[in-house]
């Protein structure tokens, strides 16, 4: 029996037919043919994340070594990006062929905060972690890695610094203990000076280099200040005297930050100076006048400073004047050599309270409260009237500090009676 076919309805549904999965994977093609959106949707799916990320690095090298390598920063950073249960890593293909998850031999520590994979026909299928660490193959590809993302990030800053300030705004910390770690490696050191920003006196955010670019002639170092925001130090009483002169500071907020400093310790030949450490002195004319004044007054003082040490104790290493206060009574400063204040508190939040800030106590001579010390002095040295007023400055200089004198009911006590006098 034969049958004809004359026609179709015109209601018939059509059929398309197109490719939905070519089971060729997403890295092996060319990168002419994919889109961001491609990328986004790849990462997306392929690292469970839940938004698109904030950079993609798609990776081809041949020579040595082949590889691929997708890569991706992830918009915002992981909760316990630095903490020991964080598992960091990327995916290891060999031939398309999927080796292992968070592989951690590729990248280092300091980039931790990179996700993606990495496919190499170079690398055997059957390949353990143990050789893994002792591969060459994986040496070359996670060099080469290392290299390209410090190089795109130094393009991104260059060229788009919303979404750098974007991306340092979740990884900076990252990037700072990279410079932390290279304290023995000064090429990783010089490759990563420049990514670093910073919130200073007089910019959101600012590179080393435009920082030094804005130094008038007069000044020799790079000023730094640290506190636990930027609102604390710009109440420190030493910032009174840069604001006039207008001179800029950079502001260091993370516990990080003064470790990589320390690491660093000059920038374009210039070194960095903490405007809270003892050793600090601005460098024009002016400044250097007020130090030879007050260097005089301090000769005529000597055993005024000697009691008021007495009466603060070994709180404090030295009592001395002081040219760097404007109206300011008095602010703690710390030795040379010793670590400051916010890293003796680092320190302590890590129970570790033996790196101790070895404090120097400095007076305004030109302020009220200075004369009150000579009259009360003049008076009777051992009276407790002068010195609760020791004491009491001494904790209010810990205060400005942001930290917490031993007594503070004591200290309460003390401002109590000295308001009632």
């Known amino acids: 029996m034969n049958f004809e076919v004359k026609g179709k309805p015109e209601d018939e549904p059509q059929i398309e037919i197109r490719t939905v999965n070519s089971m060729k994977p997403l890295w092996t093609r060319p990168k002419s043919e994919l889109t ?15 938004e698109a990320p904030l950079e993609v690095f798609h990776i ?22 630095y903490y020991s ?24 520590d300091y980039l931790r905060f990179a996700k993606g994979l990495v496919d190499s026909p170079d690398l055997p299928l059957n390949i353990s972690r143990e050789i893994l660490q002792q591969s060459t193959e994986v040496k070359v590809i996670g060099k080469a890695l290392e290299k390209n993302i410090i190089k795109q990030l130094g393009k991104m800053l260059k060229d788009n610094r919303d979404k750098y300030e974007e991306f340092w705004l979740e990884f ?10 290279s304290i023995y490696d000064t090429k990783l050191k010089d490759s990563l000076k420049d990514l670093l920003i ?16 804005r130094m008038p002639d007069f000044q020799k170092k790079i000023y730094i200040a640290a506190g636990k925001d930027a609102a604390a130090i710009e109440r420190l009483p030493q910032m009174e005297l840069l604001r006039e002169r207008g001179l800029e500071v950079i502001y260091l907020t993370d516990p990080v930050d003064e470790f990589a400093i320390d690491v660093l310790h000059e920038y374009a030949e210039k070194h960095f100076q903490s405007i809270t450490r003892e050793d600090f ?11 030879e004044e007050v260097a005089e007054i301090a000769k005529s003082h000597e055993d005024l400073l000697k009691d008021v040490k007495e009466a603060v ?16 009574a008095v602010c703690l400063v710390t030795a040379e050599n ?11 939040a890590m129970n570790n309270p033996l790196f101790k800030a070895v404090q120097i106590l400095e007076l305004n001579p030109n302020h009220a409260v200075f004369k009150k010390l000579e009259a009360l002095h003049a008076q009777d040295k051992n009276s407790a009237e002068f010195k609760d007023l020791c004491t009491t400055l001494y904790s209010l200089a810990l205060l400005i500090e942001g930290v917490m004198p031993d007594n503070p009911a004591d200290l309460a006590n003390k401002i109590t009676d000295l308001l009632t006098k």
């Open 36 to 50: 961001r959106e491609d990328y986004d949707e790849f990462f997306k799916h392929q690292l469970h994340e839940w």
């Open 60 to 81: 081809k090298a041949e020579g040595t070594v082949e590889y691929t390598a997708l890569l991706c920063i992830p918009k915002h950073a992981a909760p316990n990006l």
């Open 85 to 108: 249960d964080y598992e960091a890593g990327l995916q290891l293909y060999s031939r398309h062929v999927f080796i292992m998850d968070k592989c951690k031999d590729f990248l280092p």
């Open 172 to 181: 900076g910390k990252s990037i700072k203990f990279g410079v932390y770690n």
């Open 198 to 213: 910073f919130p200073t006196s007089k910019e959101k955010f600012s590179t080393l280099a435009e920082y030094v670019a």
């Open 281 to 291: 002195e601005l460098d024009d004319a002016e400044s250097q006048k007020i130090k």
């Open 313 to 328: 104790g070994n709180n404090v290493h030295e009592v001395k004047l002081t040219s760097r206060l404007k109206s300011g």
């Open 338 to 348: 010793s670590p400051s204040l916010s890293m003796e508190k680092t320190f302590a």
